[in-house]
């Protein structure tokens, strides 16, 4: 008897494609479509169950079994409600990095298992080897190494990623000649839970919004906003005030949590968007950790996804990670993932929870 793999399985190319090299390698291959969230209404665009149609289209031409399994009720315990505590604490919160580590790798790895599986696959763009190393996908353009820093050597082992040494074009090239119907398909984007809708109108369902002032560096008001978890470090779009000032774009450089204002400034490189050390928290590793308490190393650092690799040192200082940046790094937003690395291999990361030296950098 072949060995059985399960694949994660989203409607999308990536997962499909995953699924068909698998079975082409004699795996005794079952696919399975995870459904996180349960729809409360018809509000936003849903594609759930169009995701679920393509699911079992593709696994029809591929010629392998196929479930869906509902993890809406763990998923409200271990991402959601920690997505919305992250909001009403004023941060920007990346739930695709959790949802990895307790959905993806957790609760599903759990099913597969049960399922009788030796491993599990996704279509994720990264790779792996025996020691359940974390490494980059093929495809610069494509790593996602950054969402799955959260995971553990352990979890990897179970793993096998069959896109990631292949570029998108390669992906979508494989599907198109094995006349997969997903071939073509539109990349998803949006929160990872819920897809692509009207973040803003979903956000307020859950979240009772309190508007305030806007305010200038030098206290002015220059305007009003919906609410501070609307707006996140760096953005500038939205904020409805582009006729006052000296006619440059306004950009969002901090938030008052205290008094409930929106901190803005004129100036794409206006010196408070930029800063060179940041506290961050909740520190994983993929392995063995490379430093201890008191300890510095250096390497590079991505402070979001699709970011070049920065220059850091970083040191362990009561449990947490105080990384210094070589060189100004523009928005480090609190809410978000630090992704550190050597080379290719992805070794970890932390929460940022506290910008240390805004303006600092540049004035």
């Not at 969002?252 to 800063?275: C, F, S, T, W």
């Amino acid at each position: 008897m072949s060995e059985r793999i399960v694949v994660g399985m989203s409607g999308g190319v990536d997962s499909a494609v995953s699924a068909l090299l698998l079975k082409r390698q004699g795996y005794d291959v079952v696919g399975v479509f995870m459904k996180n969230w349960e729809e409360q209404d018809d509000a936003g665009v849903c594609t759930a169950e169009a995701d679920w149609q393509d699911v079992r289209d593709v696994c029809d031409v591929i010629g392998i079994p196929y479930y869906a399994v509902n993890f809406a009720r763990e998923y409200w315990d271990r991402v959601f409600s920690y997505f919305l505590e992250e909001y009403r604490a004023g941060r920007t919160p990346n739930p695709d990095v959790l949802c990895n580590r307790e959905i993806k790798f957790k609760a599903f790895l759990d099913f597969a298992m049960q399922l009788g599986a030796s491993k599990m696959a996704t279509g994720h763009f990264v790779q792996t080897n025996e020691r359940g190393d974390l490494l980059r996908g093929a495809d610069p353009n494509k790593d996602q190494s950054y969402f799955l820093y959260m995971l553990r050597q352990s979890q990897l082992k179970q793993a096998i990623f069959p896109v990631g040494g292949l570029t998108k074009q390669q992906v979508r090239q494989i599907a198109a000649d094995a006349g997969l119907p997903v071939s073509a398909k539109k990349d998803s984007t949006g929160v990872c839970f819920i897809g692509e809708r009207k973040f803003k109108q979903f956000l307020a369902t859950y979240l009772p919004a309190q508007p305030g002032e806007m305010v200038a560096p030098d206290g002015t008001v220059v305007g009003r906003h919906d609410g501070l978890m609307y707006y996140t470090l760096g953005q500038r779009r939205g904020l409805g005030i582009g006729g006052r000032g000296d006619g440059r774009s306004w950009f969002v450089i901090g938030k008052d949590l205290d008094h409930n204002r929106l901190l803005v400034a004129q100036g794409e490189d206006h010196p408070m968007l930029y800063a060179t050390e940041c506290l961050a928290g909740g520190v994983t590793w993929v392995g063995e950790a490379p430093l201890q308490e008191g300890e510095t190393l250096s390497c590079t650092c991505k402070f979001r996804y699709r970011q070049q690799d920065q220059p850091v040192e970083v040191t362990l200082q009561s449990g947490k990670l105080l990384i210094r940046s070589l060189t100004p790094q523009r928005a480090v937003t609190p809410g978000q993932s630090a992704v550190l690395y050597s080379g290719d291999t992805c070794l970890g990361g932390a929460v940022v929870e506290t910008v240390l030296n805004p303006g600092a950098a540049l004035s």
